[in-house]
């Protein structure tokens, strides 16, 4: 078999990363980010789901070379609360709604993956449902994300994938000939975690790897859009990205589990809403009332305001019926819509203007820009490492 790619020896080494078979449990790696810095823990092995005795089997870390130990920047590494209850705990909520949708392949990305060289190992950083892994039959994949409801969809599917943060990713340097991030980006809270993530991806690839980034664009085709998202403002944004957070996802008080998608029988549709119903008091959204004030509303032509909450409508029949719903609604994270029959989640978006992806880039020696172009509401570029 060919040797491709990696399993994670740390304090939890007895935990393989394979995904493949559902059995075997999947570790959340942000965790090893930075267990050790002399060492970055990654081991070689096959694409092939590993055997119970090499899931049981003690491994040794190995050493980096001289010099290429990373640090760990508590205020780059660190996941701001913003994107710990706004996307992380969002996500993990609406996974399987939410994996129910995505499954449109977008052209450009379709191109690029198929232009690449039979053989070649490609990283999927943000791999959602892993509508993108395996798309190209002649290559060899790698999935991670943030949102562990979301890996355990792409593990059913047969995926090679894991938990991780796109921002500190546990790949030894130079182990990919190509990697993708696909609206991924715009749900990092600061500049430098931006950036960081950029970097991240360059890092992983080869020489002469290509890395395609694309990010939702303030420049939507349908302008009408940005009236349905609420703008975040100043003083919002300066309370909730805080540096001062760990650099581990840490577990919600609030588990917010969500039902699988074959578990839609109309008693439980019935049931679901009326324990949405009674847990629903009438209270303004905390989420979003902090930035209410009509002088905050941009109009649809100011194309200086960035920092949105995008809606994600959770019909009634799909929300869970464990409570975790009416907990959201309860503490803020979620609103519920009776009109539209649904729960809404808020989910943080940093929507770039033209030129930033390039602004991120530049000053990177080790990259350059092969290709940028705007696709469907999305600014996109393609990378070289150099």
């Known amino acids: 078999m060919i040797q491709i790619f990696p399993r994670i020896a740390a304090r939890t080494a007895r935990q393989a990363i394979s995904a493949s078979n559902p059995h075997i449990p999947i570790p959340h790696l942000s ?3 930075c267990w050790n810095q002399a060492y970055q823990g990654i081991h070689t092995t096959t694409i092939n789901p590993m055997t119970p005795s090499d899931a049981n089997s003690e491994a040794t870390p190995t050493p980096l070379a001289e010099g290429n130990s990373r640090s760990c920047p508590p205020s780059v590494e660190a996941t701001p609360d913003i994107e710990k209850k706004y996307v992380h705990r969002v996500y993990d909520a609406i996974a399987p709604h939410f994996s129910a949708t995505r499954f449109a392949k977008w052209p450009k990305v379709a191109g690029f993956l198929d232009s ?6 490609v990283l999927d950083a943000g791999c959602g449902n892993g509508k993108y892994l395996g798309f190209n039959p002649r290559c060899f994949y790698l999935g991670c994300d943030i949102s562990p409801p979301l ?7 047969g995926h090679e994938v894991f938990v991780a943060d796109a921002v500190n990713m546990p790949y030894r ?9 696909i609206a991924v980006l715009h749900h990092l809270s600061t500049e430098e975690r931006r950036r960081k993530a950029i970097e991240e991806l360059v890092r992983v690839v080869k020489r002469g790897g290509l890395v395609l980034i694309t990010v939702w664009a303030v420049e939507q085709e349908d302008k009408s859009l940005l009236n349905k998202w609420t703008p975040l403002c100043d003083k919002y944004n300066e309370e909730w990205v805080d540096p001062s957070s760990p650099p581990v996802r840490s577990k919600s008080s609030s588990v917010l589990d969500s039902i699988g998608e074959t578990d839609e029988d109309t008693s439980a549709v019935k049931q679901t809403d009326d324990q949405l119903k009674n847990s629903y008091d009438g209270s303004e959204d905390k989420t ?3 930035c209410s004030d009509d002088s905050l509303i941009m109009d649809e032509h100011d194309k200086t305001q960035q920092e949105y909450f995008v809606p994600w409508h959770l019909p009634f029949h799909r929300a869970e019926i464990g409570g975790a719903s009416a907990a959201a609604l309860q503490n803020g994270l979620a609103k519920k819509d009776d009109k539209k029959g649904t729960v809404v989640y808020n989910r943080y978006y940093h929507i770039f203007v033209e030129g930033e992806l390039q602004r991120l880039v530049a000053g990177m020696k080790n990259a350059s820009i092969v290709d940028q172009f705007y696709d469907k509401s ?9």
């Open 288 to 290: 979003t009332a902090a």
């Open 378 to 386: 999305n600014w996109c570029i393609v990378l070289e490492k150099l």
């Open 116 to 121: 690449l060289r039979p053989g070649s190992i």
């Open 173 to 181: 340097e130079n182990v990919g000939d190509a990697a993708i991030s």
């Open 31 to 33: 965790e090893f980010s």
């Open 151 to 157: 890996i355990e969809i792409c593990a059913g599917r």
